[in-house]
């Protein structure tokens, strides 16, 4: 078995845990990989490039961030994922830093994957299509300034939903815990297939979040009266400014994230965990 540990050494533990899992492996008989911008013994060292072709599975400690950015590149080439959780809220990491010992079920294959679902965002301008990219979090329409309303257009199908707001979510159940849930959204079972419709601070009374099947084509237009630059953001970070006739296209993506699960700890029983952890931590101030 060849195993890749992707680190966010930026996050408190990171290093440290790099090296003692870099001994557990090593103690398993593991072929273990890690990039080669970063120096420990227990690893063999590639581009990182090279470790989602070269790997079985991907093991990633930081925040969900972290686990985002590399399970959209490990999804392109069909590899389950890991996470260490080394940030806050940890919705998508498996397992803490002190629970790394149990990595060792990889190993015997004691071990379930989770499947979820990828939103691909295409934008077409003139026909033509200039970007395209994918999602496991949400899409993003907003505003470049704070409190400026703009018009947005979302079709479903045939059909076409307007709003006047400072921005849109279009969110995954995966992304459903995440800005859609700030903005009012609701919680959606992370295994569904479907696209959560969030509008931001809308300036319209009956504007409400929408759950629309995955199935289904997804097409955002927006564009200010004021002349407010408009951006799109990916699972957080901008990507592009949309004009007017800027189209953003959303359909399911053919690639799923496959996240592994060493515990029988449900969706709900970490979402529960995590609640649980936020009210405790307000209840200190």
């Known amino acids: 078995m060849v195993v890749s540990v992707l680190p966010n050494l930026d996050k408190y533990g990171s290093s440290e845990m790099v090296d003692k899992l870099g001994a557990l492996l090593k103690e398993l008989g593991v072929e273990a990989y890690i ?18 072709k ?16 590399f399970s959209k590149r490990a999804a392109a080439y069909n590899k389950p994922i890991l996470g260490i959780n080394a940030g ?29 679902m990828l939103l691909k965002v295409t934008l077409i301008e003139n026909g033509k299509t200039i970007g395209e990219y994918e999602a496991l979090n949400d899409a993003v329409v907003s505003s470049g300034y704070i409190s400026r309303i703009i018009d947005i257009s979302a ?53 409400k979040p929408m759950i629309v099947s995955g199935d289904k084509t997804i097409t955002i237009k927006a ?22 006739y800027t189209e953003i296209r959303l359909t399911k993506s053919e690639n799923n994230v496959k996240l592994i699960r060493l515990d029988n700890k449900s969706f709900f029983k970490t979402l529960s965990a995590k609640f649980s952890d936020i009210r405790g931590v307000n209840s200190e101030k």
């Open 223 to 244: 564009f200010s009266k004021k002349r407010s630059e408009i951006y799109l953001s990916i699972d957080g970070r901008k990507v592009a400014n949309i004009k007017p």
């Open 88 to 116: 806050r809220m940890g919705y998508l990491a498996n397992i803490e830093q002190k629970d790394y010992q149990s990595i060792k079920r990889i190993i015997s294959g004691d071990y379930t994957v989770e499947e979820r």
């Open 35 to 52: 990039s080669d911008n970063v120096c420990c013994s227990y690893y063999k060292n590639a581009p990182e490039d090279e470790l989602f």
């Open 155 to 207: 079709g479903i199908d045939n059909d076409i939903l307007r709003y006047r707001a400072d921005g849109l979510i279009a969110s995954t159940p995966t992304g459903s815990t995440a800005y859609s849930l700030s903005a009012g959204g609701p919680i959606i079972d992370p295994v569904m297939s479907a696209v959560c419709i969030t509008p931001i601070c809308s300036h319209m009374l009956f504007a």
């Open 54 to 69: 070269i790997s079985d599975i991907i093991i990633t400690i930081g925040g969900d961030g972290t686990i985002i950015r």
